[in-house]
């Protein structure tokens, strides 16, 4: 199975060498390398060329985001199956192997995520997903030592666009990326739902070990961060969500305001709920195309 490995980079010129490197160790062989230059400033674009020759490099003169920037990648993209890697990354050499094992393991699989450790190698940073009421996320297992409590293969609602597998005929069913999710955050979560409504399994590979760095380009917990995260959250409910969801997500976010009081984040907060009622006609088309391409595909599969 030919699976073509997409780093969508921005400004990385720094990092991408290294999880170039790693990449090209895998034991697995039968793979490609496309790296999209998501609009570099640095010289990322001059490393890749220079260092890397075997590499296709795809280069935007503008940022197009993570769904942008990687759907370009899947457009070139020959593989059966589709390997999305963050540019601040170093990936085991066996990880690659971990994934199409699975693969074959598991027919119905549509979306494969890996354990991600943090830099120290040996801290948890996610070992698949859990999505709450009201769209807030967790990383199973997130700080904890791995001692392999993690160690099995096991479905989640989602994993992490930070290293993340989709198979082909997924793609060429669902569609590609969300770009609406502009710049960051809950593009592979939206994915893995709506994959998950059609039957596929959305799978964490324990297997597939890669060390992340972690919100190279915004700081985890900062405005910028809170604000794109929120924004993109309350989208994704809009979206998704059937309207009994609607309904408990609704209740669920007034609970954890009340609850949590989150003095640190209240003003991100009203600009994500007053960005989202400025673009709801938006919304509310990409919900319809949404419920409406789901009902036309399970309407064919049975």
């Known amino acids: 199975m030919l699976v073509s490995i997409i780093i969508t980079s921005l400004n990385g010129a720094q990092v991408l060498p290294q999880c170039l490197r790693t990449v090209f160790q895998t034991t697995y062989r039968d793979y490609e390398v496309i790296v999209v230059d998501n609009g570099s400033t640095d010289q ?11 590499v296709c490099i795809i280069r935007s003169d503008h940022n197009r985001g993570f769904a942008g920037g990687n759907n370009l990648g899947l457009l070139a993209a020959r593989g059966d ?44 940073q996610h070992a698949g997903g859990t999505i709450h009421a009201n769209g807030l996320t967790d990383h199973r297992g997130h700080g904890e030592e791995d001692r392999g409590q993690y160690n099995d293969i096991a479905p989640q609602p989602y994993v992490t666009g930070a290293a993340f597998a989709i198979r082909r005929t997924l793609i060429d069913r669902l569609g590609y990326l969300d770009e609406g999710y502009y710049p960051i955050y809950f593009e592979e979560i939206d994915y893995c739902v709506r994959a998950r409504r059609l039957g596929y399994a959305c799978l964490y590979v324990p297997g597939a070990v890669v060390y992340h760095a972690e919100s190279r380009t915004t700081h985890r917990w900062s405005p910028s961060f809170l604000y794109k995260y929120n924004k993109n959250r309350i989208r994704f409910c809009l979206k998704n969500f059937t309207l009994p969801e609607l309904l408990r997500a609704a209740k669920s976010e007034v609970r954890w305001l009340v609850k949590h009081r989150p003095r640190e984040i209240f003003i991100p907060l009203l600009r994500t709920y007053a960005i989202n009622l400025a673009k709801l006609p938006a919304t509310l088309a990409a919900r319809w195309r949404n419920f409406r391409l789901l009902k036309r595909l399970k309407e064919e599969h049975t």
């Open 44 to 54: 990322t674009h001059e490393v890749v060329q220079s260092g890397f020759p075997q």
């Open 81 to 124: 199956m589709l390997v999305l890697l963050n540019d601040d990354t170093e990936v085991e050499a066996s990880w690659l192997s971990a994934l199409t094992q699975a693969a074959a393991q598991y027919p119905n699989w549509g979306i494969l995520g890996c354990k991600l450790l943090y830099p120290d190698k040996r801290t948890i």
